[in-house]
């Protein structure tokens, strides 16, 4: 049936919600899509839920193509599972956790694995049982720190999740590869720009892990991509080239030296290329190795401090650092811890005071470019005195080694050596070979050809689906509203019907009839008390890609159809309209 | 896409689970449809999925097609709106209630009474948006205190609620008529019996308020039906027809007496035959005034004792009482409670001591049928004996009335005065002139064309559509299992390959191919391993209402075609096979 503006439950906004940082925030709020209810928590009013309804339905039939299955899990789950696999204690406060009149204790879902597992172990028992692919497109929870950018990092939100059971690695590396396939489909018909970028792979290390980044300047997740060969990664799964160990022996040997007030890299460098001048080149920041501790909060609540040794001219990267760390979470080492450590001498920290066998007793990891046989200056644990000359696995050695050094346009790619390039892009969609983790923690086993219970090895893949209609809209808009492609519009043809002639609302009744009857979803403006200019204005907000206008010019037999998109105007006949508004759509 | 049995996630159980109450709980755990994961909480498996969506498509189609628009709110809701409309306290035990990390307050949405009426304040302003009716299908949670029955009282469930709003009673009354008129066509649909009751109108008295029951013998709603004159009415809303006040002049006046050992009606009715026998006729405990004593715990924690006066041959009627006391609960009046209350005498209370200018205190309500000048006989506040003839308006009088007793077969209709009848049915929709309430809590005005603000008028109706589903399984299935009606199954057909033939599954394959082809959802029961005595019983639990079996028969050209609900069978010619099957499911 078609939508009348004129009883729509709809309004428009010409100001931009105060709290609106990013387009799609902006203009799915103005164009009356969603309203917000609470932080990261929104309504979808009728124009936004047929856009919801089409994100899904695209995700649906590619899951159902590749022949997965669809279920769905309650919101509301009990402990008990989540405690098995850990995350009841390692989610922290990102999940909202309730308890019934009784005292037992629930969550609210962020994602299911646990359910996922269970529910196969419930129903299955053989290896004849697999493969097997399900999933669930389903309201989830989780209870963001900085709920953001409207429905882009909400607190309630729509996702696609899928698992795959396999008993082997080549059945999991199938299944992945289904997904991925499907994915590619899904984000296609989406209509946004995306890559696809190494992930992390987490605790199942040398595992497949992909996201599907929509490339997005106002994205939260940034990516470098190398120009030359193709990698892509997002920051946390960059993988630094590890330089050749080079030969120490022939190095001069360390040496003390006072290097007063100097308790920066700035100022370190400063001083050395004054004090203790080089030949050959001037001392730059990578030529000292930077000391940085920070406290690690784990889920359980202990705290334990960790030192991480890195080039001078790099900061810590927080994601990179927080994926390396996760499930724990990373917050400031301050005064009072140094006070409670006299080993560390704030300004001029070194290896000396740091490591599970130094005075402070600090695990401490080094930058993978710390390689044996570099030399650096760094802190000698004294107020104003650097170590000149202190040579790697010679003079000084890690508890391991971190990658949480910040990455930057120009370093090399890992893949091929050119320099990366670094972009930003909203992650849509997260595609994982999860192995036996919560397999093992929930007791997942099958009986294989030999009737031996093996353990079942599960692939995970999601899918952003009220993310989605953001991502679509701050890849499709312009400075007048959004610009829907055609899959995901809320109607085919937006039908603007102008001035007072009773004859052209009459005709734009006739014609949304017949539009419909060629199956054309329409919105009818058949608003009477408003003007022209607030009708196009809308009709550009909304943003369905074609527009229909009946004005003035139908007394001369002629109507308008405009492209939203490229803002391409003609004039039809009427006697061609329908004829030329189905080409316009797609459905000739 | 064909589901084919031999990947299906599915797995038909031979046991009734242990907890299962009720034939719809027992056999759509067993066929598969739905598996349980808390108290109350359940995962819809894939054929249960498609059942439930089957029932939204159903309710979406008909509130689309009297206008209603469909929105979604979250189902996370923030405590401030419903502080303001009172029900974070009224609600008491029955909601989940959580904070998030920043200890925000919020609960899991019951209803969205609230949501709405601030949805619409914020997007309409004039009398010209309305009348306005939007809905929204979306899961909402109940703490209730006896989850059962399966998905029949669920804490998490699927409901669909639309709201209108007018700004005049004849409006609403339109728009209530509108709802009722879809309401019939959805549950005529859904394909179940049932019936259209009376229900309380709450605080808005006077305004209607109708139930939609399907008749069950297991459900949990009682209600009355007139066969003379079809008045239908839930135990909660009956009126007990009020008999005419009688003349007390010349009633003789009460005498206490002595009646030892008579705490309890049957005793107190024994000694009076025994030691005050009558002339005309025996006493009954219908000559008695029964005064019970009840705690009720109102939604803010204060606890307030109520007296009840109603005939000794009637019991207190939880419900009914609940239903007047609500949202105040109703709780026993402990021992403790009559040592703090030496007025009363436990088993001889009287209207002496009852009511707010009595020496208890207690507030003390009267039955209906105690009408002015009707006499009693009832306790004399003292261990042992008993006022006779005790005449109401004369002797004693309450503080007011209430229907609490019991309801029976054979009380009289309050509209013919014919003997009710009494039955039971499962709550499927409820709707209801809602009025001023919410809208007044929220400040949800318009201006009228006047240019004055006015209070919108709303309207609330509901449907159970996960309720729904368990709801047409108790009305259609036998010992063997679920009987869908057509437009509910999870398939138009299952087919059922047996024996071990290449040909019959080849052919089986092929035929699925062809009635997809017209249209058709298909069960192909494609399982190699299976013998044809579980693929059989499988397909009378699964419950598809059309049967076909491509067997041995089919080396002489001949399948087999049955009907799930009569249990006819008919062979037809392979060559007719899709045209004959077409016809059976309603397709030719």
Request: with cysteine; proline share 6%; hydrophobic share 40%.
């Given at each position: 049936m078609a939508m009348r503006m004129s009883s729509l439950f709809l309004r428009t906004l010409r100001e931009d919600p105060a709290d609106a940082e990013v387009p799609s925030h902006r203009l799915l709020v103005r164009a009356g899509y969603i309203r917000r209810v609470s932080p990261g928590i929104y309504t979808w009013l009728p124009l936004g839920l047929k856009v919801l309804r089409r994100v899904e339905t695209i995700v649906r039939e590619e899951m159902d193509a590749i022949g997965s299955q669809e279920l769905l899990f309650p919101a509301l789950l009990p402990k008990e599972p989540y405690e098995e696999s850990g995350r009841w204690t390692d989610y922290g406060d990102n999940i909202f956790r309730l308890h019934d009149r009784k005292g037992a204790e629930y969550l609210l879902g962020p994602t299911h694995e646990e359910m996922f597992a269970l529910v196969v172990k419930d129903l299955f028992s053989s290896y004849k049982d697999l493969p097997l692919a399900i999933y669930q497109i389903q309201t989830k929870y989780r209870d963001e720190a900085r709920p953001r950018a409207g429905i882009l990092r909400g607190r309630e939100f729509v996702m696609k999740d899928s698992y795959s059971f396999d008993t082997s690695k080549a059945g999991l590396d199938k299944s992945y590869q289904l997904h991925r396939d499907a994915y590619i489909r899904i984000f296609d018909r989406l209509g946004f720009h995306y890559v696809i970028v190494n992930a992390m792979a987490g605790a199942m290390g040398g595992s497949k892990s992909e996201e599907f980044l929509a490339t997005a300047e106002n994205g939260e997740d940034t990516y470098v991509r190398c120009p030359s060969c193709g990698y892509a990664a997002n920051v946390e799964a960059v993988r630094v080239p590890v330089p050749d160990a080079v030969p120490y022996a022939g190095l001069p040997p360390a040496h003390v030296e006072d290097t007063p007030d100097t308790p920066t890299i700035d100022t370190l460098v400063d001083h050395l290329n004054t004090a203790f001048p080089r030949e050959d080149r001037s001392w730059t920041a990578a030529d000292t190795l930077k000391n940085v501790v920070v406290m690690l909060k784990h889920p359980d609540g202990t705290r334990e401090p960790l030192a991480i040794g890195l080039p001078g001219d790099r900061e810590v990267d927080e994601k990179r650092l927080g994926a390396q760390v996760d499930p724990a979470v990373v917050e400031a080492f301050d005064e009072a811890e140094f006070a409670r450590n006299p080993a560390l001498t704030k300004g001029y920290i070194g290896p000396g005071a740091l490591g599970s066998d130094h005075p402070s007793g600090i695990r401490y990891l080094l930058d993978p470019r710390v390689v044996s046989g570099t030399a650096w200056v760094t802190g000698a644990d004294e107020p104003g005195r650097h170590v000149i000359g202190l040579v790697a696995g010679r003079d000084f050695e890690g508890d391991g080694v971190i990658e949480a050094a910040e990455v930057r346009a120009g370093d090399l790619c890992p893949s091929c050596g050119h320099e990366l390039e670094i972009a930003?892009?909203?992650?849509?969609?997260?595609?994982?070979?999860?192995?036996?983790?919560?397999?093992?923690?929930?007791?997942?086993?099958?009986?294989?050809?030999?009737?031996?219970?093996?353990?079942?090895?599960?692939?995970?893949?999601?899918?952003?689906?009220?993310?989605?209609?953001?991502?679509?809209?701050?890849?499709?808009?312009?400075?007048?509203?959004?610009?829907?492609?055609?899959?995901?519009?809320?109607?085919d043809v937006h039908l603007v019907a102008t001035g007072k002639d009773d004859a052209v609302f009459t005709f734009g009744e006739e014609l949304t009839r017949e539009l419909e009857a060629n199956g054309l979803t329409v919105l009818y403006d058949d608003r009477r008390q408003v003007s022209p200019g607030v009708k196009f204005k809308d009709s550009e907000l909304i943003g369905v890609p074609t527009i229909v206008v009946v004005g003035r010019g139908l007394a001369d037999g002629r109507i308008e159809i405009k492209d939203r998109r490229s803002g391409e105007r003609r004039e039809v006949a009427v006697a061609d309209a329908v004829r030329e508004i189905l080409a316009e759509t797609g459905h000739a």
């Amino acid at each position: 049936m078609a939508m009348r503006m004129s009883s729509l439950f709809l309004r428009t906004l010409r100001e931009d919600p105060a709290d609106a940082e990013v387009p799609s925030h902006r203009l799915l709020v103005r164009a009356g899509y969603i309203r917000r209810v609470s932080p990261g928590i929104y309504t979808w009013l009728p124009l936004g839920l047929k856009v919801l309804r089409r994100v899904e339905t695209i995700v649906r039939e590619e899951m159902d193509a590749i022949g997965s299955q669809e279920l769905l899990f309650p919101a509301l789950l009990p402990k008990e599972p989540y405690e098995e696999s850990g995350r009841w204690t390692d989610y922290g406060d990102n999940i909202f956790r309730l308890h019934d009149r009784k005292g037992a204790e629930y969550l609210l879902g962020p994602t299911h694995e646990e359910m996922f597992a269970l529910v196969v172990k419930d129903l299955f028992s053989s290896y004849k049982d697999l493969p097997l692919a399900i999933y669930q497109i389903q309201t989830k929870y989780r209870d963001e720190a900085r709920p953001r950018a409207g429905i882009l990092r909400g607190r309630e939100f729509v996702m696609k999740d899928s698992y795959s059971f396999d008993t082997s690695k080549a059945g999991l590396d199938k299944s992945y590869q289904l997904h991925r396939d499907a994915y590619i489909r899904i984000f296609d018909r989406l209509g946004f720009h995306y890559v696809i970028v190494n992930a992390m792979a987490g605790a199942m290390g040398g595992s497949k892990s992909e996201e599907f980044l929509a490339t997005a300047e106002n994205g939260e997740d940034t990516y470098v991509r190398c120009p030359s060969c193709g990698y892509a990664a997002n920051v946390e799964a960059v993988r630094v080239p590890v330089p050749d160990a080079v030969p120490y022996a022939g190095l001069p040997p360390a040496h003390v030296e006072d290097t007063p007030d100097t308790p920066t890299i700035d100022t370190l460098v400063d001083h050395l290329n004054t004090a203790f001048p080089r030949e050959d080149r001037s001392w730059t920041a990578a030529d000292t190795l930077k000391n940085v501790v920070v406290m690690l909060k784990h889920p359980d609540g202990t705290r334990e401090p960790l030192a991480i040794g890195l080039p001078g001219d790099r900061e810590v990267d927080e994601k990179r650092l927080g994926a390396q760390v996760d499930p724990a979470v990373v917050e400031a080492f301050d005064e009072a811890e140094f006070a409670r450590n006299p080993a560390l001498t704030k300004g001029y920290i070194g290896p000396g005071a740091l490591g599970s066998d130094h005075p402070s007793g600090i695990r401490y990891l080094l930058d993978p470019r710390v390689v044996s046989g570099t030399a650096w200056v760094t802190g000698a644990d004294e107020p104003g005195r650097h170590v000149i000359g202190l040579v790697a696995g010679r003079d000084f050695e890690g508890d391991g080694v971190i990658e949480a050094a910040e990455v930057r346009a120009g370093d090399l790619c890992p893949s091929c050596g050119h320099e990366l390039e670094i972009a930003r892009g909203i992650e849509m969609g997260h595609i994982f070979q999860l192995g036996t983790k919560y397999a093992e923690a929930l007791g997942l086993r099958v009986l294989d050809e030999s009737g031996r219970l093996v353990t079942v090895i599960m692939g995970s893949y999601g899918v952003g689906v009220s993310r989605a209609v953001a991502a679509v809209v701050e890849g499709n808009h312009d400075e007048a509203g959004i610009i829907w492609p055609r899959e995901l519009a809320p109607a085919d043809v937006h039908l603007v019907a102008t001035g007072k002639d009773d004859a052209v609302f009459t005709f734009g009744e006739e014609l949304t009839r017949e539009l419909e009857a060629n199956g054309l979803t329409v919105l009818y403006d058949d608003r009477r008390q408003v003007s022209p200019g607030v009708k196009f204005k809308d009709s550009e907000l909304i943003g369905v890609p074609t527009i229909v206008v009946v004005g003035r010019g139908l007394a001369d037999g002629r109507i308008e159809i405009k492209d939203r998109r490229s803002g391409e105007r003609r004039e039809v006949a009427v006697a061609d309209a329908v004829r030329e508004i189905l080409a316009e759509t797609g459905h000739a």
